[in-house]
């Protein structure tokens, strides 16, 4: 089946530095992938699509020059969390959909990213 | 406004008591319906999904789920449960069109326990 890596899983950072998340679709090819951001015992919210080759869309309310999105490659999708603040401290997670196979609409999962911002 | 309510926040029971997890939904249209299971740390697992035909959905792990247009609900079961079960499930619903399914709609979860 299709498998979505993410990494790191875990990293902790000083406040105001910049941290950056990749996330991978290993056996397929994803012209999309999405980030999600978590809060504790909180549901999962869309920051972003991230479109390979061109610029990702953000949802309303989240910072595109905070959350630098980059899909460089149909496999690779990075998330650049610039000067980060404890505030930014959360769960982040991404997703891909396998649109080439019986999959398609079927998003897969990364296992996530836990930031923590000291 | 489209909206995923899963009334429960947090459910206990013993291992090898059947399971019911709540989802109501608020959508436009007729909606793509998930269900998914995160255990602490992890990211989510699709457990099922309803697209279209027999409302009745089988998953993996034993679990099944109904879908119920007349009562915008989507009931997560499951006969008997293990004590692997405890973990987080997730209800989402999704637009009904070809494409990406990335602008899911979560519902904030249930937590589920499981005595021994």
């Known amino acids: 089946g299709a498998v979505v890596s993410q990494h790191p899983s875990r990293v902790i950072c000083k406040s105001g530095t910049s941290v950056k998340i990749e996330c991978r679709s290993l056996d397929f090819q994803a012209t999309t992938m999405f980030w999600y951001r978590q809060f504790p015992k909180q549901s999962l919210m869309l920051m972003a699509t991230?479109?390979?080759?061109?610029?990702?869309?953000?949802e309303q309310g989240v910072e595109k020059d905070k959350f630098l999105i980059n899909h460089a490659s149909l496999t690779l999708s990075t998330l650049t969390v610039t000067s980060a603040h404890p505030e930014d401290s959360s769960f982040y997670i991404c997703?891909?959909?396998?649109?080439?196979?019986?999959?398609?609409?079927?998003?897969?999962f990364g296992a996530g990213s836990r930031l923590t911002v000291l | 406004a489209q909206s995923v309510t899963q009334p429960d926040i947090h459910i206990t029971v013993s291992e090898g008591a059947s399971l019911e997890l709540r989802c109501n939904y608020s959508?436009?249209?007729?909606?793509?319906l998930f269900w998914y299971v995160q255990s602490p740390g992890q990211g989510l697992q699709l457990l099922l999904k309803?697209?279209?035909?027999?409302?009745l959905v089988q998953g993996i792990k034993g679990f099944e789920a109904e879908f119920k247009r007349s009562q915008s609900s989507f009931n997560l079961r499951k006969p008997s449960v293990h004590w692997s079960d405890a973990a987080e499930y997730f209800c989402a619903v999704g637009p009904n069109y070809g494409g990406s399914q990335g602008n899911l709609i979560f519902g904030k979860g249930t937590k589920l326990s499981v005595k021994p």
């Open positions: 991230s479109n390979e080759g061109s610029k990702a869309t953000y």
């Open positions: 997703s891909a959909a396998d649109q080439g196979g019986s999959g398609a609409n079927v998003l897969t």
């Open positions: 309803y697209f279209s035909g027999d409302t």
């Open positions: 959508y436009g249209a007729t909606p793509y």
